[in-house]
């Protein structure tokens, strides 16, 4: 089957780079809890984790670092021109960032 740059670039739209920037910092968070949680013997649940870091104090951090992979969307969407995606992508880490001022100041 022939792919044809039309059918890719059907994806230069700016709901899918929000899409793709607001899901890809959730599956890094999920790599990361399951990274920390299962590393250490007493497994801890989804919800308790996120607990567990928000008193500490760590879940700002936390949340910041997980949206650096979308860095690497970002170069993927610039090396493809995809400039309306990026578009997308740009507004998904405002809306990150925010999400993570509300959070650090309540």
Do not use: H
């Amino acid at each position: 089957m022939e792919v044809r740059p039309n059918m890719i670039k059907k994806y230069n739209k700016p709901f899918y780079g929000l899409l793709g920037g607001i899901i890809l910092p959730v599956i890094t968070f999920l790599i990361y809890y399951a990274y920390s949680a299962f590393s250490i013997e007493a497994e801890l649940p989804l919800l308790d984790f996120i607990q567990t870091i928000y008193n500490k104090g760590a879940f700002t951090p936390v949340l910041s670092l997980c949206v650096l992979p979308n860095l690497i969307l970002f170069f993927i969407f610039k090396k493809t021109d995809y400039w309306y995606a990026m578009k997308g992508l740009i507004l998904s880490v405002l809306i990150y960032t925010i999400l993570v001022l509300i959070i650090k100041f309540m």
